[in-house]
């Protein structure tokens, strides 16, 4: 299916807003990793074939300066990420503009995403509702550890038992994702950790573009109650809220921005 353009006004030309397809979306995951997101190197590879349609990009003439996903996993059920403007053109509305251009994606759905507790009081003027929190740690495993006689690589045996362990947490059936995620032949396997056929937990771990880190699985844990504490350094646990709304408006940006 080709992308649809749509165009908004902007402060220096005409902003086009278009679905990107996977080779467009490598500029992006490079902007995510030089705002500290620590993506996994071939992450992208196994989200994009979630939903090809709901990766956005703005552009003014040649040069991408906005970016927004938002991923439709069932009729019930789509999630927003990504959601960017290049250093430098903040504050002008680009990322708005782009917002309103990609979020009839959803349609009817209820949409879910992450945000940093600095930001949680902008969602949540634009309708969100705080649902859980996640922890994200960082350090080095040790070496030469043992792993527990529970944890196991993953194989296709597992897939049906994790599957159906993370239906139980995510508010949609993501197999075909799960799978991608914990067999990739370009990555390591893998691990779970639990009885048989009832995991307790399953992760996967590869190198990011700047360090070789262990990353958790896309598993959400059980919901939380949600932090308003300031993000803490990277050297501790960061705190994200997911949100969910069923009609979302818009964050408010000024939109023409302020003459200069």
Known sequence: MRPTTRTAPAHDGELAITAAPLDLWHEIVGWTADEGWNPGEGDISHFHPTDPDGFFLGRLGDRTVSALSIVNYSDDYAFLGFYLVAPGLRGQGLGLATWRAAFPHAGARTVGLDAVPAQQATYRRAG?????????????????????????????????????????????????????????????????????????????????????????????????????????????????????????????????????
């Open 128 to 260: 969100f509702t705080p649902a859980h929190d996640t922890l994200r740690y960082t350090g080095r495993p040790t070496p030469g550890a043992r792993p527990s006689p529970d944890t196991h690589p993953v194989t296709a045996a597992h897939l049906d038992a994790i599957t159906a362990y993370d239906r139980r947490c995510f508010p949609a059936d993501r197999r075909d994702f799960v799978a991608r995620w914990l067999t990739a032949p370009a990555t390591p396997p893998g691990s779970t950790s639990g009885t048989a056929g009832s995991p307790a937990t399953a992760c996967s771990a590869r190198p990011t573009p700047a360090t070789a880190s262990a990353r958790s699985s896309p598993t959400p844990r059980r919901p939380r109650r949600p932090s308003s504490t300031p993000s803490p350094p990277t050297s501790t646990p960061r705190t994200r809220s997911a949100s969910t709304s069923p009609n979302p408006a818009p964050p408010p940006t000024r939109w023409p921005p302020p003459a200069a």
